[in-house]
């Protein structure tokens, strides 16, 4: 087996909240609680999670835009906090970020050929000729003329600029791009585009994606893996049509059953969940979804369940099993 | 029975300044919603599903107008009441849920308070009627301690609770007609079930007719009885809700079908080539023309006219799909 391209382990992120500046602080939201996982060279990892699982500091984390309370990320095998300097300026060149709002995420005051063009600017010595060069070749590869480089973003409808901060991402060459919902923010016809889009890039380009969305239909698409998140703890990790196939953690069956149907007489399994995701702050004893399980059981309130294996590639982390 | 509901040939424009620029937001929009029924209204953004149900309150921004058509509730036409009148009938007869419970609650009134006045107004409830009232709706909504809970205010309360808190105010006038313009895009996947299968209970409660405006095929496909898709202002299809999934027969129907990912299937997505038109400059001939696959030289020219399905709906297009046609 090769080494993953990104191996995250034990990560850990907590926000001290509450407190004067002086005074003790009061609590921690613990936002990432411990998880791990990796990510191969050419392969998607998708992040499935309601908001408040802690999906985005995930991401943040990787990005490097915020340091670990504990736990390592390696990146081509060497630990990312360890990074100084020149070093960690190479990282944050091989790892690049799509949003999920491309209205916000592009400077109106730019042209587009030079949103692309910055990152290459920032990373590598290159001619102003060489610059162009590079972002015409972008600029095709998400499917515009290389003549649109002159134009302002706003020029752009939602689906264009989206494919705009593609090519803004891909420009330095990143080995692993982190999409942090990039298709909730647009219409239906237009994000099966991008979807397909992002999966021709990666079959052209072998580049790897972490694809954080809240869509199960859309992450189960596009990757390998598929990770359940709830209140900052992976509940399940597994290969995405196995996960589709055979849902184990009543999280995630929850999930699948609240996904919405195909068709009218798609069958869903009727598990609903009854109230609403509980505070990062104050999360529940033992599995951090007991009360709102179906299934629960009385040692759910007072033992935390492991991640286990239970078959190739398939985690778990229940009593049920 | 008459519709409970009946929209003819509306055309809803927003005008620019002096005229100079014309929107067709709504062009020729027409159909039916019986008692107790859901209708769902599909389309992209800027399809003109929203101003459709501005117009059958009457809310539309300054710069909009009716410019022709009919909204009859109950065989009366809402097009030509007065603003006084039209405050009798929202809120009482009609009711609405807006996509944003943030921007749809008064964040200085209490639950109380939000949930009391159309009872107060349409249904002359008054003293302690009117809080059994409000105690009963807020507990049709499934809001835990009902008594305590309605003095807070919004801010206390989460996302989804806020959005069935809404629920319950558009219940409060006893309306014969909800009109839902996208309740749950605000919502996690888990506490959008909760709230269809809420506004399901209800519905079967109290027997009210839905319009469920909504880009979300998914939500069609658990909410509606019959759907119908706009595209740039017009309905270019309408059917019933298997009849639309099973045998769609507009390119535009079976192009957006085609484009929702299906879970635990990897065949290749396909999109819808190009962008949702100009309002304002629309191409001759069918409005989906530019992106449909379909496209002949009339389609170019001539703009589709409805065609009957068998008494099951209609479509607006030069060459439906054949019934029973294999998935090209």
Redesign the interface.
């Known amino acids: 087996m090769t080494e993953p391209l990104l191996a995250v382990r034990d990560l850990q992120k907590y926000f001290p909240i509450g407190g004067s500046l002086f005074g003790a602080r009061r609590a921690l939201v613990k936002a990432v609680d411990g998880i791990s996982f990796t990510i191969n060279a050419g392969e998607t990892l998708g992040l499935v999670g ?2 408040g699982c802690g999906k985005t500091t995930t991401s943040k984390l990787v990005l490097a835009a915020e340091a670990p309370t504990a736990g390592t990320i390696e990146f081509e095998g060497r630990d990312v906090a360890a990074l100084r300097g020149a070093e960690l300026q190479d990282y944050r060149r091989k790892v690049q970020v799509v949003f999920q709002d491309p209205y916000s995420s592009l400077s109106p005051r730019m042209r587009v050929g030079d949103i692309i063009g910055e990152p290459i600017k920032a990373h590598e010595r290159l001619s102003s000729a060489d610059v162009r060069a590079r972002v015409a070749q972008l600029l095709e590869l998400v499917g515009f003329r290389p003549d649109v480089a002159r134009l302002f973003p706003h020029e752009f ?1 939602g ?1 264009q600029r989206q494919r705009l901060a593609i090519a803004r991402a891909l420009s330095t060459s990143a080995r692993l791009v982190v999409l942090d919902e990039p298709v909730s923010a647009l ?7 991008i ?2 889009l992002l ?1 021709e890039i990666q079959q052209r380009l072998a580049v790897s994606y972490l694809f954080i969305a ?5 992450v ?2 596009l990757s390998q893996q598929t990770a359940v998140m709830y209140l900052g703890k992976l509940v399940e990790v597994a290969e995405s ?1 196995e996960l ?2 055979q849902p184990l953690h009543p999280y995630t069956k ?13 069958p869903r399994e009727d598990i ?3 109230g ?2 509980p505070s990062a702050i104050d999360p529940p004893r033992g599995c951090h979804f007991h009360p709102r399980c179906p299934f629960v059981m009385p040692r759910c309130s007072q033992f935390e369940p492991p991640l286990v294996e239970l078959s190739a590639g398939h985690r778990v982390a229940c009593h049920l099993y | 029975m008459p519709p409970l509901l009946s929209v003819k040939d509306l055309r809803t424009y927003y005008f620019g300044f002096r005229g100079t620029r014309v929107v067709k937001a709504v062009d020729g929009a027409t159909f039916t919603v019986e008692p107790g029924e859901t209708f769902g209204l599909v389309g ?2 800027g399809c003109g599903k929203t101003t459709t149900c501005h117009s059958i309150v009457r809310l539309l921004a300054p710069s909009g107008r009716i410019v022709s058509g009919r909204i009859e509730l109950d065989g009366e036409d809402l097009v030509t009441k007065s603003q006084s009148e039209m405050r009798r009938i929202r809120g009482g007869r009609i009711a609405t849920i807006l996509q944003d419970p943030m921007a749809s609650l008064d964040p200085l009134f209490s639950i109380y308070d939000q949930v009391a006045e159309p009872a107060y107004y349409h249904q002359s409830l008054r003293g302690s009627a009117l809080r059994q009232r409000v105690k009963q709706l807020l507990t049709a909504v499934r809001i835990p301690s009902p008594e305590l809970r309605m003095k807070d205010f919004p801010h206390q309360m ?1 996302g ?2 806020r959005q069935r808190i809404v629920g319950a105010i558009s219940q409060a006038g006893g309306p014969r007609i909800i009109i839902a313009d996208e309740p749950t895009t605000n919502l ?7 709230y269809l ?1 809420l506004l399901k209970d209800l519905q079967r409660a109290t027997g009210v007719a839905l319009i469920f405006v909504t ?5 069609v ?2 909410m509606c009885d019959r759907v119908a898709v706009m595209y740039a202002g017009r309905i270019v299809e309408m059917q019933s ?2 009849g639309l ?2 045998r769609p027969r507009h390119p535009y129907t079976r ?2 079908l ?9 065949e ?5 080539p190009g ?2 038109p100009d309002l304002s400059d629309l191409p001759a001939g069918c409005s989906f023309h530019p992106r449909c696959q379909r496209a002949m030289d009339r389609c170019r020219v001539d703009e589709p006219s409805e065609q009957d399905l068998n008494g099951d709906g209609s479509v607006r297009c030069w060459s439906p799909i054949e019934e029973g046609a294999a998935r090209d």
């Open positions: 309601e908001s409808s689906g219409d239906v016809s237009i994000r099966a585009h979807i397909s999966e809240h869509d199960l239909a859309a189960a698409h049509l589709c196939a929850a999930l699948f059953a609240a996904s919405l149907p195909s068709h009218p007489d798609e609903v969940l009854t609403e995701v | 992209e953004s989460s989804g609770m996690d996947v888990t506490i959008q079930l909760q299968n880009h979300n095929l998914g939500i496909a658990k809700v298997r999934f099973y192009a957006l085609d484009s929702i990912p299906k879970l635990g299937v990897k290749p997505l396909r999109g819808i962008q949702p």
